[in-house]
């Protein structure tokens, strides 16, 4: 059984890289896209994963496929596609590690996987199943993916959602507040980052948003707090739980880390979302931060994932 798998994008970071000898800008190639980037977390802290979406029949398809399979990532859910390109999302950095985005996604193939073509044996054969935001962007992976919820409630999967807000992939706001929000009723986990607080609830305030989402659907939320750490809350109550201290060299992927290491957590705990107490949401959050503190260290998402050895000596274990 698969601890958790997870459909979305799959796409390439190209990230910069300085300038070359010409004075003129360098981008290195990272596998990247928020779902598989959970999933290579959660491998590297031992827990079997599998990725459902699609990548172009092409050099990057290609690269993405090899890059989940050297990572021990179930791909029989990866479809290659040779009508469509795979998606590029080229990552500017600033000084202090944040990103800006520019995306060759017009179509991308990652939009264009259907209900028809999901592994929902695999799905079915998952104790939790991950999706985010932007396979609701455009149809038909906007359908696939309602499809996919369905297919993962029928076979008794936890739910777990991240909307990893990305303005420019979008029509509008209102079109992604709509769509954004139209699946948190189905959810039983939950992470955002403090900035898609307003957009999620309508509260800018992370307490006050967690609780809105509480009341909506999800038994257990998470709220990134940065290098402040997180905010969870459950039915119980809700904790802040500190983040480790490190020297961010490239913030991306630091979400989606953290929420492999969440996820892990909560699959080594044996517990229903509805059981999860404050507490030990504070701990799957601990974990989270620690392996979010060792990502942001190193360039790119998924090569920098770190090994379970070291997230256990960073949390002291």
């Given at each position: 059984?698969?601890?958790?798998?997870?459909?979305?994008?799959?796409?390439?970071?190209?990230?910069?890289?300085?300038?070359?000898?010409?004075?003129?800008?360098?981008?290195?190639?990272?596998?990247?896209?928020?779902?598989?980037?959970?999933?290579?977390?959660?491998?590297?802290?031992?827990?079997?994963?599998?990725?459902?979406?699609?990548?172009?029949?092409?050099?990057?398809?290609?690269?993405l496929?090899?890059?989940?399979e050297?990572?021990?990532?179930?791909?029989t859910?990866?479809?290659?596609?040779?009508?469509?390109?795979?998606?590029?999302?080229?990552?500017?950095?600033?000084?202090?590690?944040?990103?800006?985005?520019?995306?060759?996604?017009?179509?991308?193939?990652?939009?264009?996987?259907?209900?028809?073509?999901?592994?929902?044996?695999?799905?079915?054969?998952?104790?939790?199943?991950?999706?985010?935001?932007?396979?609701?962007t455009?149809?038909?992976?906007?359908?696939?993916?309602?499809?996919?919820?369905?297919?993962?409630?029928?076979?008794?999967?936890?739910?777990?959602?991240?909307?990893?807000?990305?303005?420019?992939?979008?029509?509008?706001?209102?079109?992604?507040?709509?769509?954004?929000?139209?699946?948190?009723?189905?959810?039983?986990l939950?992470?955002?980052?403090?900035?898609e607080?307003?957009?999620?609830?309508?509260?800018k305030?992370?307490?006050?948003?967690?609780?809105?989402?509480?009341?909506?659907?999800?038994?257990?939320?998470?709220v990134?707090?940065?290098?402040?750490?997180?905010?969870?809350?459950?039915?119980?109550?809700?904790?802040?739980?500190?983040?480790?201290?490190?020297?961010?060299?490239?913030?991306?992927?630091?979400?989606?880390?953290?929420?492999?290491?969440?996820?892990?957590?909560?699959?080594?705990?044996?517990?229903?979302?509805?059981?999860?107490?404050?507490?030990?949401?504070?701990?799957?959050?601990?974990?989270?931060?620690?392996?979010?503190?060792?990502?942001?260290?190193?360039?790119?998402?998924?090569?920098?994932?770190?090994?379970?050895?070291?997230?256990?000596?960073?949390?002291?274990?």
């Amino acid at each position: 059984m698969f601890s958790v798998s997870a459909l979305g994008e799959l796409l390439i970071d190209f990230t910069d890289a300085g300038t070359s000898e010409g004075g003129q800008q360098l981008f290195e190639r990272n596998a990247g896209g928020a779902p598989a980037n959970v999933l290579v977390a959660l491998q590297k802290l031992g827990h079997r994963t599998a990725f459902l979406g699609k990548v172009g029949d092409d050099m990057h398809g290609a690269f993405l496929r090899a890059t989940l399979e050297a990572n021990g990532i179930d791909t029989t859910g990866l479809i290659s596609d040779p009508d469509a390109f795979t998606t590029l999302a080229f990552v500017a950095l600033s000084a202090n590690g944040e990103r800006e985005f520019s995306f060759a996604r017009k179509p991308g193939a990652d939009t264009r996987i259907t209900a028809d073509e999901l592994a929902r044996d695999v799905i079915g054969d998952s104790r939790v199943f991950h999706v985010g935001s932007l396979s609701l962007t455009d149809e038909p992976a906007r359908s696939a993916t309602l499809a996919a919820l369905d297919a993962a409630r029928e076979a008794g999967c936890v739910l777990s959602y991240d909307p990893n807000y990305r303005a420019n992939l979008w029509p509008s706001v209102d079109a992604a507040v709509a769509q954004m929000r139209s699946v948190v009723g189905r959810m039983d986990l939950m992470k955002l980052s403090d900035e898609e607080c307003e957009l999620l609830t309508g509260e800018k305030d992370p307490r006050a948003a967690a609780d809105a989402l509480l009341g909506a659907g999800p038994k257990v939320v998470a709220v990134t707090l940065g290098a402040g750490g997180a905010y969870v809350a459950c039915a119980d109550g809700g904790r802040e739980v500190a983040g480790f201290p490190a020297e961010a060299v490239d913030a991306t992927g630091a979400g989606d880390s953290f929420w492999g290491g969440f996820l892990a957590g909560f699959c080594e705990s044996g517990l229903a979302p509805a059981d999860v107490t404050a507490d030990d949401a504070a701990g799957f959050a601990r974990l989270g931060n620690a392996v979010a503190s060792l990502c942001v260290r190193r360039r790119g998402a998924i090569p920098a994932m770190p090994e379970r050895e070291q997230v256990m000596e960073l949390l002291g274990a």
